[in-house]
């Protein structure tokens, strides 16, 4: 089993922490795991992008040339990688900032995250909505394994967000099912 | 128990459990992981972290807890590592056990913050003035960086050498699980030329000047010498599919990984591959690349450079193959279809050559 993802959106959409999660779990689980975040000369609102490749065997290039999954959270992170999806990869897209303006020989399934997380009062879980929507697709970690590290990381002050994170998880969940 | 950190920040946690107390660095991406980690962890283990005005700065910081006998360290990329050479060349000339951490960075001058591989001749050729060389270590993992940091301030002691620890971009900033299992067990000689105060004791002296007439010959002649030493014990490298293979490639840190692809998606092919990894750039594994040209079709070297590390390779070879290049400059990291595609260049009339021309044509 290998799995290689790209995860991209702009800055501040989370996507650094919903690689790291999925990484830890990979960890946890005594795969092995490399994720590779883009870093440096980035602008606020810019494209922020991830790599991160989860297998049962030893990763070699943390660059991933093709992907089996594209998680992105807004319009120009689309255009940009929508490219490197291999035939019948899973594209996963936040339906509430991304038009879908290609032929895609694809998986997609289209999360309005933006619109969810909005309505549960922090627009800032829309990436934990997203990784919801992912676990229930692709099956590679169950969310109770990710509820205790979201418990875990959120320890001392952020206690209270929990709750909230929670609540992404499910309707991330929740949604998979309704669509299909 | 396994942490995901950063190559950075492994070794920087490496450095503190093989005894680092004393850190100066002064801050330059892609190694700024490290600079940060150890501004938190030293205080927490009452050693010394100073964020140093000036790399040069740094660097003779290093030279003075060296000779002191403490365990140093400073870590810094490309433009900031060729600002330490002079720093470099009195560390070896004075004979000071040190790790100094070189995460590359796209060149020339200031450059840009990919990942490179263009500072291989000045990492294993000298880099500073004199007859020198510093041990240089290539990590090609999170992992590695962790277990070879170790090992580096093991080696810069016994031999009482500076030691180069030579990342990229790639390797300082991706994030892999690492487990630090290495364990203080290595003999080492104590540190009796250590400047610790020569209250009841003959004075010592730590330097790197020799005035009088015949006295500095006398010395490189030692140098000499245990560099010779070094390359009798130290070499390090690690060979994948050597038993059959028609080419090998020789590569190392984050070309290596690529060139593990590589392997493996020719082999699939039935195209025979095999990979020589050096993990010391100096002492340079030329033994093994000198038996495996006797019997090969010819090597590749990848690197992401010009081509640097390809003359060490051709000096080892010495003629009994052909030695072709492949690389990517100012930031460019080669992809697996890229060099597979030399390598079906390099032999066309191999049996395999025509599905895997197919596998990179189709992309």
Same mark, same amino acid.
């Given at each position: 089993m290998t799995e290689k993802i790209i995860l991209a959106g702009f800055g501040g959409q989370g996507m650094m922490l919903l690689g790291k999660l999925l990484a830890q779990a990979?960890?946890?689980?005594?795969?092995?795991?490399?994720?590779f975040p883009s870093y440096g000369t980035e602008v606020r609102g810019g494209t922020a992008v991830y790599h991160l490749i989860i297998s049962n065997e030893e990763i070699f290039s943390p660059l991933i040339e093709e992907t089996d999954t594209l998680i992105v959270m807004n319009q120009p992170s689309y255009q940009k990688y929508k490219g490197m999806l291999k035939h019948q990869g899973l594209l996963l897209l936040n339906s509430s900032m991304i038009k879908v303006n290609d032929l895609h020989e694809a998986h997609i399934c289209k999360i309005p995250?933006?619109?969810?997380?909005?309505?549960?009062?922090?627009?800032?879980?829309?990436?934990?909505?997203?990784?919801?929507?992912?676990?229930?697709?692709?099956?590679?970690?169950?969310?109770?394994?990710?509820?205790?590290?979201?418990?875990?990381?959120?320890k001392g002050k952020k206690t209270n967000l929990f709750a909230i994170n929670k609540q992404a998880l499910e309707s991330g969940i929740q949604i998979v099912k309704s669509l299909s | 128990m396994k942490q995901l950190l950063t190559g950075n920040e492994a070794a920087a946690e490496a450095a503190i459990q093989a005894g680092c107390r004393y850190y100066y660095g002064y801050p330059i991406t892609p190694q700024n992981e490290l600079i940060n980690?150890?501004?938190?962890?030293?205080?927490?283990?009452?050693? %010394?972290?100073?964020?140093?005005?000036?790399?040069?700065?740094?660097?003779?910081?290093?030279?003075?807890?060296?000779?002191?006998?403490?365990r140093a360290m400073t870590s810094s990329s490309s433009p900031g590592i060729s600002l330490k050479q002079e720093g470099?060349?009195?560390?070896?000339?004075?004979?000071?056990?040190?790790?100094?951490?070189?995460?590359?960075?796209?060149?020339?001058?200031?450059?840009?913050?990919?990942?490179?591989?263009?500072?291989?001749?000045?990492?294993?050729?000298?880099?500073?003035?004199?007859?020198?060389?510093?041990?240089?270590?290539a990590p090609g993992s999170a992992q590695e960086m962790a277990d070879l940091v170790y090992d580096a301030f093991n080696l810069a002691d016994k031999y009482r050498n500076p030691v180069m620890i030579l990342g990229d971009a790639q390797i300082g900033q991706l994030v892999e699980p690492v487990e630090f299992h290495k364990k203080h067990t290595e003999y080492l000689p104590p540190k009796n030329w250590a400047l610790t105060g020569a209250e009841g004791r003959e004075k010592r002296v730590i330097k790197s000047f020799y005035p009088v007439k015949g006295q500095l010959e006398e010395f490189n002649a030692?140098?000499?010498?245990?560099?010779?030493?070094?390359?009798?014990?130290?070499?390090?490298?690690?060979?994948?599919?050597m038993h059959d293979a028609d080419i090998v490639l020789v590569a190392y840190g984050t070309s290596a990984r690529i060139c593990k692809e590589v392997v493996k998606k020719c082999l699939q092919y039935k195209f025979k591959v095999g990979l020589i990894r050096p993990i010391t750039l100096w002492p340079f594994p030329k033994e093994i690349i000198r038996s495996v040209a006797e019997r090969v079709h010819s090597i590749l070297t990848v690197e992401m450079s010009?081509?640097?590390?390809?003359?060490?390779?051709?000096? %080892?070879?010495?003629?009994?193959?052909?030695?072709?290049?492949y690389g990517r400059t100012g930031g460019g990291v080669p992809t697996s279809q890229e060099v597979i595609k030399k390598i079906t260049e390099i032999e066309p009339d191999n049996r395999a050559a025509h599905s895997l021309r197919q596998l990179v044509e189709v992309k």
């Open positions: 990979a960890m946890t689980e005594g795969k092995y795991v490399t994720y995250a933006t619109e969810i997380a909005s309505k549960l009062g922090n627009v800032l879980v829309s990436n934990i909505v997203m990784l919801g929507a992912y676990l229930t697709v692709k099956k590679l970690f169950s969310a109770d394994m990710i509820l205790d590290q979201l418990r875990e990381m959120l | 980690y150890m501004s938190w962890r030293m205080p927490e283990v009452d050693g %010394a972290f100073i964020q140093a005005e000036s790399e040069i700065a740094a660097i003779n910081m290093v030279y003075g807890s060296a000779a002191a006998g403490g470099i060349s009195y560390l070896a000339g004075s004979e000071l056990p040190c790790v100094i951490v070189n995460i590359q960075r796209g060149g020339p001058g200031l450059g840009d913050i990919s990942a490179s591989q263009a500072d291989y001749f000045q990492a294993v050729k000298g880099g500073g003035h004199g007859d020198y060389h510093v041990i240089v270590l030692h140098l000499q010498r245990k560099y010779k030493l070094i390359e009798e014990h130290e070499v390090r490298y690690e060979a994948i599919n010009a081509g640097q590390m390809v003359e060490d390779v051709r000096l %080892a070879v010495e003629g009994r193959c052909p030695v072709h290049f």
